[in-house]
């Protein structure tokens, strides 16, 4: 049996009810030559819930739909652990996902629609949503993005994807790099094909996503159509892919209007070297934990920390970004260029009237649910009130101060597994390497001081050092790397979103300024995107979704810029 159709043919082989959802969105016109697997993905609008919310104290009836968005769903075991172990009730759930659009508006097909990825630490999420029986939603607050999506008349898409964690039912570790940027783009890709059957508008996608889900959220708005993840694609049956392998090709798009990251922990191959190379200086017994007992300054973490950071000038010196006035942004000056961020973020704050205090002062900074009183021996201002300015950051002070509200990541930060002593299997080690093994060193350090016998992972167990692992044919390491990073993509031939909102608190350790301030500069470099709106939001720890009304009111002016 033949199982390619062209798209015209498989239309008029289907009900019209089905030729209305594969003929719209579709980049390759009718005669564009479609895998049959794409008929199983059709929509179906007659299958939803009713969802009953309150909106601002109203009530407000929701559609509701779940969709598995793939032809080709991988089966996952019961049992997941992730940041704890779980029991999986739906074993399709890391591929499915959630629309939620309130009854009102089910049939139109003009509204944004508001697509979340929920993938802390780049951990694999089940898909969930907000939007359950009796919730109540409140589109004036600023901790609550889907009353405000709701209340916009957006459409809520919930998106579950595979990450590092994954267990597939077989065994296998089923969530490897590529495949949480690989299932937001199937997501995407499954509401490109239904588009004339779905409420909302597939032109008007704005995606978002916090820490992981924030690195998660630029990979994906920065590859837009990127021919890369077809073989991927095509693996797990996603729409528009026909083919496999080297040659498979696409009918149809997943680039983005606008990407909303919280501090995106992104371009993992390089985020231990932006780590260290801020933080090394800084570290010491008190802000760095120790490892298996060893303290910081008597063990491996001191020197493996040196190391790591000597590492990053030249990867940052080749990227060729540049600054405002056109010089070249280079280890000499990266960190003059978070300064300048920093004290944009500080002057605005004493603009609105927040009580910055002066040199000898404290902060009140509350994160993780606590509130404590911090003191200001970094910051110096000129006068007072709403007229004061800054007059001097030291920087070296500032990032103590950041570590003393909350302890560094131990050495190594990311690539943490069977190095510097480190006993867990932790970091984002687990992300990367073959299905068959729970993890793999990621960068070049790690990779050479890998001292776990038998792991899989290291010149000691593979007899290749790191170039020449990362170039042999035996693994797809280097384009692991490459397909869940925004860098490669941004300034390419990759469709970049045109619109980014990116924030990166002004106390979160999480990941470096260095890796922020070189994303902003790449997003801000590309010359598809037509506005980059970054900030250090004041005393803002890790976190997501904490100025909804400012973010909001972003969205909206970008959709009406763009009509």
Sequence with gaps: MNMKLTRRALLSAMPAVATAGLLGGCGGGDDAVVDAEDSSLKFDASSYTTVNVTLDGTALKVRQYRVV?????????????TFATTTLADPYAYQTMIISVAESLAGDQTQPIYMVVNNAGWFTSAVSTNVIEGAALVSTSDTDPIGAALKAGYVVVDVGTRSRGARAADGRWAGKAPAPVVDTKAAIRYLRLNDSLLPG????????????????TSAVAASGNSADYLPFLADIGAAGVTGSGATATSSLKDDIFAAVAYCPINNLANADAGYEWEYNSTRTDSNTPALNGVAYSAGPQVAASAA????????????GLTREDGTALTDANLRDATLALLKTELQSQIAK??????????????SRGT??????DWLTLAGSGTSATVASI??????????TIQ?????????????????NISGESTLFGSDYFSYSNFTAWSWANNAVVGDGSGADDTGLGWAAYLASSSNNLATQLKLTSPIPYLNTAADSAPYWYVRHGMIDRDTSFAMQTLLYYAIKKDPTVKDVNFKLPYLTPHSGNYDVQEAFAWIKAKLAAAT
């Design 69 to 81: 968005y793939v032809a080709k769903p991988i089966k996952m075991a019961s049992t997941q652990t």
């Design 353 to 366: 009237g927040t009580a910055v205090p002066a040199l000898g002062g404290y902060f009140s900074v509350t």
């Design 308 to 319: 790591i950071a000597a590492s990053f000038p030249a990867y940052l010196n080749g990227l």
């Design 394 to 403: 030291d920087y070296a002070k500032f990032l103590t101060f950041v570590t």
């Design 201 to 216: 508008s597939t032109s008007r996608i704005i995606l978002t996503g916090t820490s992981g889900g924030g690195g998660l």
């Design 407 to 423: 302890s560094l990541k131990t050495v190594v930060a990311f690539d943490a597994v069977g190095v510097t002593g480190n006993p």
């Design 371 to 376: 509130t404590a009183q911090y003191l200001n």
